[in-house]
């Protein structure tokens, strides 16, 4: 392993006991992973972690640290300034707007089950405060807790409730703000940027990182999935209580609480159509798995304005393997996102970042020509919430992937290649398309 003679360059290592208590482990420094590879985390790859992100202590598992006096990459059982006394790796699930470059780096014991829906970014610990192996893409604060006081989401939930109290949709966007503390939910009882529509009851797809419904026991899900469908009068209330109140306001359609929004269309067809019969402004946004092309068209024709379509992959058979569609496929997909480039509405793909995988020589040359093939117009950077080993595993039985390139190295590269590509994580205003 090539030697790193400036030490004061590392980043030390951060783990925690099994109380959860988390300390920083002299002498060692902490490591990065992707995919297969390990690489020791030195202060140019970190910044001091953003606000709003969360340490976690990964239970079952081993941390991978890097021995700077010998000069190695081990997997420690137990603290070795304490022997007897086992230690775990730690993570940090960064705020929004941040891509991480490196997982942190560990190993399962063989008692380990899967990871909550959590990204699982490397961190350390350096001049006295945490630091996250992570790039922002995008530094707009519509997600930043700080600007999100509980008392003014409270004082705008009262206001809502005066002036739609038979409103369910209303209802349950009171419940997400409170019980699951949804940014989206939060924001528009504050009357700030984006507000959510969720709308539907079922899915398309089962996909393995899905937030609102769960197929394996093991993986608990993070939020409810609603369960009813707004009336188009309902939806379009919400939506221009938002529209009318928020400069720039956008509303979108498919949020971590529904299914796909897609097979929502005979609510959201005509809710549309009464927005935009009252009003041309605010953006109107859905995302989307992108499945059925035709029903998108439908609502393009309503007066739909952008569309967000996830993928974790651009290659048909990892696509399938996450996303594990029904009744619809790949192609379909595309179809969708051609449709849009052929409207000239505002295209983004909410591309599921995992390094290791999303930067791999096979995935970056397909998703290179893909962007060459779909010059959409926006990649929004989303950290896969999913158990990265698990996911790679996965994606490893599908085909072999080569030594990463880096994360930062890709996003520069499709910079200079694609110069007029957005990069971002938030939905943009159509004043900023
Ligand atoms: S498309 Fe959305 S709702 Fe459907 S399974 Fe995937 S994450 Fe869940």
Redesign the pocket.
């Known amino acids: 392993m090539k030697l790193i003679k400036n030490r004061s360059k590392f980043v030390t290592a951060v783990i925690a006991d099994h109380n959860g208590n988390i300390f920083e482990l002299e002498g060692y420094a902490a490591v990065g992973m992707a995919g297969r590879s390990f690489s020791p985390l030195t202060a140019d790859m970190t910044i001091q972690m953003p606000f709003g992100g969360e340490m976690m202590f990964l239970p079952d598992r081993r941390p991978v640290l890097y021995n700077i006096k010998k000069n190695i990459i081990e997997t420690l059982k137990e603290n070795p300034y304490s022997p007897g006394h086992p230690i775990f790796p730690v993570a940090a699930f960064n705020s929004p707007g941040y891509v991480i470059t490196h997982v942190a780096a560990y190993r399962e014991e063989e008692s380990a089950g899967y990871l909550p829906l959590f990204s699982y970014g490397a961190m350390g610990w350096e001049r006295g405060r945490f630091v996250s192996a992570v790039i922002q893409v995008d530094a707009e604060r519509r997600q930043d807790l700080r600007l999100m006081k509980h008392k003014n989401i409270v004082a705008g939930i009262s206001r809502m409730r005066k002036k739609m109290p038979k409103n369910r949709l209303r209802a349950h966007l009171e419940n997400c703000a409170l019980k699951y503390g949804c940014p989206a939910g939060k924001n528009f009882f504050l009357g700030r940027f984006e507000a959510p529509l969720p709308t539907s009851r079922s ?1 398309n ?3 393995l ?5 769960q197929d394996k026991k093991e993986i608990s899900n993070s939020q409810e999935r609603i369960n009813f469908m707004p009336s188009p009068e309902e939806i379009a209330e919400v939506a221009l209580a938002h529209i009318q109140h928020v400069d720039q306001a956008i509303v979108s359609f498919g949020q971590g609480c ?3 929004p897609l097979l929502a269309a005979r609510s959201i067809d005509p809710a549309i159509q009464m927005i935009r019969s009252q009003t041309d402004s605010g953006t109107i946004n859905l995302n989307t ?1 992108g499945s059925i092309p035709e029903i998108l068209a439908r609502l393009f024709d309503a007066g739909l304005d952008s569309v967000r379509i ?1 993928l974790n992959s651009v290659r048909k058979d990892c696509y399938n393997a996450y ?1 594990r569609p029904n009744g619809y496929t790949f192609d379909d997909v595309m179809k969708s996102i051609n449709l849009a480039l052929h409207r000239k509405k505002f295209i983004s793909i909410n591309y599921l970042n995992c390094p290791g995988f999303t930067d791999s020589p096979e995935e970056v040359e397909v998703f290179m020509g893909f962007l060459r093939q779909y010059p959409v117009n926006m990649i929004q950077w989303r950290n896969l919430n999913f158990d990265p080993v698990r996911y790679y595993d996965i994606m490893e039985k599908i085909e072999r992937h080569g030594p990463p390139m880096g994360m930062n190295t890709l996003v520069s590269d499709i910079k200079k290649s694609f110069p007029s590509i957005k990069h971002g994580y938030f939905n943009p205003a159509k004043e900023n398309f």
């Open positions: 899915c797809a089962s996909c990182g899905c937030l609102s419904l529904e299914g796909e798995n996830s996303f």
